[in-house]
């Protein structure tokens, strides 16, 4: 059975589309069907990090209108088999997005045997992030070690539990909460909230905890979904998120600040 997942924040520049990117290239590379929809309408940023921009030629809103089928629309990664991406439009408004149009397209997908298909929304709570998160049957609430950042996750958690399709029937999306550019030695000296304040304030399943590294900004710029690079702490750390999704039990990584080294531990080893 189809499921849909929303990966979502209500702040901009958390890192939601690396996180979409790189936990639809880990499902796929675990073998399961995958679609990655953009629906950051008129910003569209999906493509470039999965690297496939020249490879477009339609796109959402074109399919939604009618003037191509998904088919033709989506886009077959060429590194990761069942990998597929159906990128949002540049010219249009996030108005060209209609209830009606986004259920089709997923319902299409659904049909044509998609195991999973994530939504990366935009940021804030306009109409693009609101028909990311209107079909989820879960999502992924992506969020920075700040407070700006923690307090509009909160608000999008509201949203999710009253405002989407699940909620209208009288069910529950099940949330999943993951924490980027983490860094454990700006926690230990105060400059960031710590992975456990950020639970216990928001109160959902933590999902895992991406070190703060520069391969994300590189793998972005080399449009390689950054868990392709299995030297990267942050590339292992979003492969161990997919593996908690599907159900394996893994520890977390890379939340313990690194000791530092005394002179003769430097000079000695």
Known sequence: MSKVIVVTSGKGGVGKTTSSAAFASGLAAKGHKTAVIDFDVGLRNLDLIMGVERRVVYDFVN????????????????????LYILPASQTRDK????????????????????????????????????????????????????????????????????????????????????????????????????????????????????PESGSVLQASNSGVPVVMDKESKAGQAYMDVVSRFLGEDVPMRFIQAEQKKGFFKKLFG
């Open 95 to 210: 108005d060209a997005l209609t209830t009606e149009g986004v259920e089709s397209v997923i319902n299409e997908l659904k049909e044509d045997g998609f195991d999973y298909i994530v939504c990366d929304s935009p940021a804030g709570i306009e109409k693009g992030a609101f028909m990311a998160l209107y079909f989820a049957d879960e999502a992924i609430v992506v969020t920075n070690p700040e407070v700006s950042s923690v307090r509009d996750s909160d608000r999008i958690l509201g949203i999710l539990q009253s405002r989407s399709k699940v909620a209208e029937e009288g069910g529950t999306v099940k949330e999943h909460l993951l924490i980027t550019r983490y860094s454990p030695d700006r926690v230990e000296g105060g400059d960031m909230l710590g992975m456990d304040d950020i639970v216990e304030i928001l109160s959902i399943p933590l999902i895992g905890v991406i």
């Open 63 to 82: 399919v939604i209108n009618g003037e191509a089928t998904l088919k033709q629309a989506l886009i077959k990664d060429k590194r990761v088999d069942n």
